[in-house]
């Protein structure tokens, strides 16, 4: 089986991010680098962070927040009584 029937085989079975980085290493050469072991542990951690980030962004989007906000926003003025070192461990 060569790679382009393998990305598309991936595509297919919805595992986008995976095929995408896949390519991206085909493409560099950098495959040879690893064992098998290592880059199926790559491309797999890969898609995980890939749908992890998509779920988060969804969540966000899901919640129609009036406001768009960021812990770097925060006022840590006196009189607001926030504590920098609470937030920073949240």
Excluded at 26 to 50: G, M, R
Aim: hydrophobic share 35%; glycine share 0%; proline share 2%.
């Amino acid at each position: 089986m060569n790679n382009n029937q393998t990305i598309e085989k991936l595509k297919q079975m919805r595992i986008k991010a995976m095929a995408e980085l896949h390519m991206q290493h085909i493409t560099s050469n950098s495959v040879e680098s690893y064992t098998p072991d290592q880059y199926l542990a790559i491309l797999t951690d890969h898609e995980w962070e890939s749908r992890q980030n998509q779920k988060i962004e969804r969540l966000i989007k899901q919640a129609s927040f009036r406001q768009n906000a960021s812990i770097e926003e925060v006022n840590f003025e006196p009189e607001r009584n926030l504590e920098r070192n609470m937030f920073n461990r949240l």
